[in-house]
């Protein structure tokens, strides 16, 4: 049986086929149809947001907490752009979200019409794949077919571009179960070459687990498998930041993060392995340090979902092309079916040399005197919130590190946080997001004051919906991470990194409707928290931190990884003159 | 074990060689890139070269399965073994792209351009045009008392070496449609 509807009957019908329940957007000319269906019915909650770029951030923030699809509903031109900053973040995460914009009608596109943009054309690099509809017949298959390309293989957002006159019209719905579609990843990977993997296992003397958002992006059941292998290896294991959560933070071969502000043992691990296992990361200049000295002594496997980030800027020895899941689990029935053992006393001598940069105790610190200290603010966070239901987002800059160094995370989908585009604003539409999805959970955000206001508007959503996130703000009235690098390598000239004229947040925050709480005693701190966590609602936590305190350990940029800065007193010359051109 | 014993050659699951030498030396390759014939796939092919640095010396599409939508898009690129293998993985990652094959490593293939050139003169320079026309298996497709259009298929060096001789004889206009290639022998890429 055929159904005719509107295209923007579609839309909605669309979605709920999909299984969607919540669209974060915001309305405008181009897109009143849809909104006028998502007003008579019930079943998907729309979450209007202050600003598209919101919306994004939010979608991104629900999927990464689920490991469900995130959607954003914006109108044309202005709406569409203010949508490129997110579509561009969640590709860089390779975070599923669908965002549908608003379009003129068929017949303007091309007369720069009001509130016309080039959609499909300004985020077609910004975007997974994208579409302009120009036949309603074709409205539904090509939404089921934007929800199976935004989650199958690496991950990523679309857009769907639906012009005005299309929403109007009517046109026959075909169902998700019709949906053909070529696009369709390898998954498995090369069992061969998993064996030759499990050959190095066997034989290395110096180990490391390099893991990476794809065991987060191929669901719980790779978090789950990593762990096995890590168990029957007993090898030790590090993560970007965007794998944080994929292995517990408490568990007994758990280095830390690596990278340039990774701890002292999981870069030094890196540099001197002799076997890397690459699961599901990407060789980032953030982790990489210096390429012609990154872990030159090492074999390099890569698991990787994707072609294109396999040998794209390190060389590896054993590629494997596949979902993270099924590749481990093919591993893992190949380790014990061949009855594999490591090299046991090999395995020993590593970790006791382990255990020697760990005694270095690179995030050690004392809380002295009557400021915060902003390690201390988080590990305090850490103890206070342990027990909840914790999800965590960030914005950008040296509190994003803090929280990654001093925060644990047990669980994968907890961490929410902007890693390859590095995008201030993040934090705060993900954290309502990430509530929409878990209601009950406590959902902190985990912000500097400068990135705070970049979205602070979208605390006007979370009072909308009664969504009771804790915006904690370390507040060091500086742009920490730039202050920081002009200390290093500009000559402490701080250029425009003041953060002049800052509101009153606990004002601010009454103005919103929301709580707020400001704390500047490390002896009120743990108080201070406590009443954050037990207020029923929205909170914006000004806590007033040491102003000039740099983000350690840290690896300057153009050195290697065993050319860490653990502390302040090194820094002087620290970066040479081919560092200062790398970000 | 050391990097040097792996064998090389493609990954069985994978239709790209995942095993390349990484030299440096900058090699020339032509990619036959079979694609959806849908609006905007060749703008994401030329945004993927323009927005990562990517070499394209030349670049030719068409539809080549009317029913069936497809097109054929042939690229000229040049790079180290390292970027021919990352454009080809970018390539291969576009969604409404089927296939990419590398005629280049894939076996012998064929490649041809057809040219059209332009050439005004009177007199001796006029008569050498046509001689060289002739030797080059070049046909008039236009003339006039002054000039002639030359329409010429063969490889780009064969077409180079034509134009540059009909440069000292009074070339004015070249148009040229970029390669087309196919691999050599029975098998097919579609």
Known sequence: MTKMMTGAKMVVQALMDQGVEVVFGYPGGAVLPIYDEIFQQNQIQHVLVRHEQGAVHAAEGYARSTGKPGVALVTSGPGATNAVTGLTDALMDSIPIIVLTGQVPTFMIGTDAFQEADTVGITRPCTKHNWLIKDTDKLANTIHEAFHVATSGRPGPVLIDIPKDVQFATGTYSEKSKRKSHYAPQVKGDIAMITELAEAMATAKRPVFYTGGGVINSGPAASQLLRELVEATGFPITSTLMGLGCYPASGPAWLGMLGMHGTYEANMVMHDCDLMINVGARFDDRITGRLDAFSPKSVKAHIDIDASSINKVVRVDIPILGDVAHVLEDLLKVWKTQGRRTDKEALAKWWKQIKTWQATDCLGFTQDGPVIRPQYAMSRLEALTKGHDRYITTEVGQHQMWAAQYLGFEDPNRWMTSGGLGTMGYGTPASIGVQMAHRDALVINVAGEASWLMNMQEMGTAMQYGLPVKQFILNNERLGMVRQWQQLLHGERYSQSWSQSLPDFVKLAEAFGAKGIRCSDPADLDEAIAEMIAYDGPVIFDCLVEKHENCFPMIPSGKAHNEMLLRDAQVKGAIGATGAVLV | ?190
Request: charge should be negative.
């Open chain 2, 1 to 190: 074990m050391s990097p040097l014993n792996i064998k090389k050659g493609a990954s069985s699951h994978s239709a790209y060689d995942l095993r390349s030498t990484f030299g440096d030396t900058v090699e020339r390759h032509t990619l036959a890139v079979i694609v959806e014939n849908e609006p905007g796939v060749l703008a994401r092919v030329i945004g993927l070269f323009a927005g990562r640095g990517y070499n394209i010396e030349s670049l030719t599409v068409a539809e080549i399965d009317h029913t069936g939508h497809r097109s054929r898009i042939t690229i000229v690129t040049t790079g180290t073994p390292q970027v021919i293998v990352q454009i080809k993985a970018q390539l291969g990652r576009i969604v409404p792209v089927h296939e990419v094959h590398d005629l280049t490593v894939e076996g012998p293939s064929v490649e041809r351009e057809l040219a059209l050139l332009k050439v005004a003169g009177r007199g001796d320079a006029r008569v050498e045009a046509l001689r060289l026309a002739d030797i080059f298996r070049a046909s008039v497709v236009d003339s006039t008392l002054q000039s002639f259009v030359f329409e010429i298929t063969g490889t780009p060096e064969k077409i180079d070496a034509f134009a540059d001789l009909m440069r000292p004889l009074g070339l004015q206009e070249v148009a040229r449609t970029g390669v087309a290639a196919l691999s050599r022998g029975s098998d097919t890429l579609v």
